[in-house]
């Protein structure tokens, strides 16, 4: 994992925290059959951004 070096790439981060957040609430809130795997994969990559840099 990189670290955060800058203020930017923590409001990044964070942003894209509470949009997986978010999102979350939202998948969670269906009652379709997709919606078990879509939860799975977010799980999967709801990992820091930074991860990939």
């Not at 978010?22 to 939860?39: A, V, Y």
């Amino acid at each position: 994992m990189s670290k955060i070096n800058t203020f930017e790439e923590l409001k990044v981060w964070q942003t894209s925290r509470t949009l997986n957040k978010r999102m979350f609430e939202i998948f969670r809130t269906k009652q379709d059959k997709n919606t078990g795997f879509l939860i799975n994969h977010m799980f999967k990559t709801s990992g820091s951004i930074m991860d990939n840099t």
